[in-house]
């Protein structure tokens, strides 16, 4: 009879831990993004140029990165997808605060995409939440509302990208 308690009081325990992961999920949507246009820019390739009209385009990957350390995030198959959807923006905001580290890892990862330097953690400032502490998001951005969280090492990646495109 004391299992049978048990179990009776961990099913409503467990339903609602299940529900305010939900929550935190939900929090991370609709939240509209902030684009600092203050920030310098990287172009490690004369074959990427970094365009302006990015930050207007309907369909964007936003994704920040405080450090460029060895097996960073810029070390995900990132040009899949910026070659896949040439109609989604693919915007890097990297806040390493020595940028000749950053070019160096750049290009010994062969990462020739543009990124916004942001050393002074502008986007960070105007889009996360500092008690967080992230050094890393990915976030899949419709018309500067955030949808979805996501990047490279999730197998569903490209499908959620094809997803807010078609929406």
């Not at 172009?43 to 964007?60: A, G, L």
């Not at 890892?105 to 502008?122: E, V």
């Not at 899949?140 to 490209?158: I, M, Q, R």
Request: aromatic letters at 12%; one cysteine or more; glycine letters at 0%.
């Amino acid at each position: 009879m004391k299992l049978f308690n048990a179990y009776i009081f961990a099913i409503p325990v467990t339903f609602l831990w299940i529900l305010s992961s939900c929550q935190t999920k939900t929090e991370n949507s609709n939240k509209i993004i902030r684009f600092p246009q203050d920030v310098g820019v990287i172009e490690i390739s004369d074959s990427s140029r970094f365009d302006e009209d990015w930050f207007d385009m309907e369909n964007k990957v936003v994704i920040y990165i405080k450090n460029a350390n060895d097996h960073s995030s810029l070390d995900l198959d990132w040009n899949t997808a910026i070659q896949k959807y040439p109609e989604v923006a693919f915007l890097f905001y990297i806040a390493e605060s020595d940028s000749i580290k950053l070019i160096k890892h750049l290009k010994a990862n062969q990462f020739s995409h543009p990124i916004l330097y942001d050393p002074l953690q502008k986007f960070a400032s105007l889009n996360l939440d500092p008690k967080e502490k992230l050094t890393f998001i990915s976030m899949l951005v419709d018309n500067n509302e955030v949808v979805a969280l996501s990047n490279p090492s999730f197998d569903d990646f490209l499908d959620q990208i094809e997803e807010i495109i078609h929406e």
